[in-house]
């Protein structure tokens, strides 16, 4: 499967699609943290507990810097 952060890298999902991973994340029976699950940064899911708007504006910039050339 491929993580919420990759997807939303290439512009496939939106952060409101973040809950449908999580649900996703609550179904499987792994060990795995619920930010590496994602593909986010400890800091950037607390940032997306706090105000997913926050993530949303950090994950844009991450994405419009690392296409340019």
Known sequence: MNKFYDLYMMDKVRIEDL???LE???R????VKINEFLG?????????????EKLKN????IRSTSHKD
């Open 58 to 61: 950090e994950l844009d910039f």
């Open 28 to 31: 499987c029976s792994s060990d």
């Open 19 to 21: 809950d449908d991973f």
């Open 40 to 52: 986010l940064t400890e800091e950037q899911y607390q940032k997306w507990c706090d105000d997913p």
């Open 24 to 26: 996703e994340w609550n």
